[in-house]
């Protein structure tokens, strides 16, 4: 049971836009910072979101990232297949005094 | 270019040791926090532990602390898991990553900035008997 909250699975068409949430509490989320991470089968993470909505460079400006309140979302629009991965949000909870990982969300593009 | 490879594991029994290194370059080691991350097979990524650059902040996630021992030696830019006691539930793929853990604001206040910018290509720990 991931402390933060994902859907598991989320799918759109190609060229369209997903929505990907992520939930949270006011330890993590409503008072730190979220990233968010694409992962392709076999391979390691790559940082796609920081500080809530900052994109690393390099990243397309078609991934957006967002926060209000205990809640933050990834926003991908013009899907490309190439965009079918798992995508994790992650931040700081300070009643933990550890790093959270939501559960993660695969995303299928139709 | 940043890299980062990671090395030290393998299979071994629940209630021994096991060290994972990460050896670190293409960048100013000593300026960043350091983190790392495990994935158990088909489930999703778990925190385990950070360090500051300074080594001055450490946290670990609870299900390790106390028995995992993170450092770092800046003149040799590598990061060091120190895993004891391991349990079947320790095993996993283990990855190194760079990242913010931590820091000052513009203004001066401290804010929980949280996340990794680097990754390695991890290395897979198995806890069998």
């Known amino acids: 049971q991931s402390v933060l909250t994902q859907p598991p699975s989320v799918s759109a068409a190609a060229g369209q836009k997903v929505i990907i949430s992520c939930s949270g509490s006011s330890s993590n989320i409503g008072n730190s910072y979220v990233s968010w991470y694409q992962q392709f089968p076999g391979t390691a993470p790559k940082l796609l979101i920081y500080d809530n909505n900052k994109r690393p460079s390099g990243i397309p400006d078609r991934f957006s990232g967002s926060k209000s309140g205990t809640s933050a979302t990834l926003d991908i629009t013009g899907l490309q297949t190439g965009d079918e991965a798992d995508y994790f949000c992650?931040?700081?909870?300070?009643?933990?005094?550890?790093?959270?990982f939501g559960g993660g969300t695969k995303l299928t593009v139709l | 270019e940043v890299q980062l490879v990671e090395s030290g594991g393998g299979l071994v029994q629940p209630g021994t040791s096991l060290r994972l290194s990460c050896a670190a370059s293409g960048f100013n080691f000593d300026e960043y926090a350091m983190h790392w991350v495990r994935q158990a097979p088909g489930k999703g990524l778990e925190w385990v532990s950070g360090i500051s650059g300074n080594s001055g902040t450490i946290a670990y996630v609870d299900s390790v602390r106390g028995r995992f021992i993170i450092s770092r030696d800046n003149a040799k830019n590598s990061l060091y898991l120190q895993m004891n006691s391991l349990r079947v539930e320790d095993m996993a793929f283990y990855y190194c990553?760079?990242?913010?853990?931590?820091?000052?604001?513009?203004?001066?206040?401290?804010?929980?900035?949280?996340?990794?910018?680097?990754w390695g290509k991890g290395t897979t720990v198995t806890v069998s008997s």
């Open positions: 990553a760079k990242g913010v853990f931590g820091g000052y604001d513009s203004n001066g206040y401290y804010q929980d900035y949280f996340y990794m910018d680097v």
């Open positions: 992650g931040t700081w909870d300070s009643s933990l005094s550890s790093g959270v």
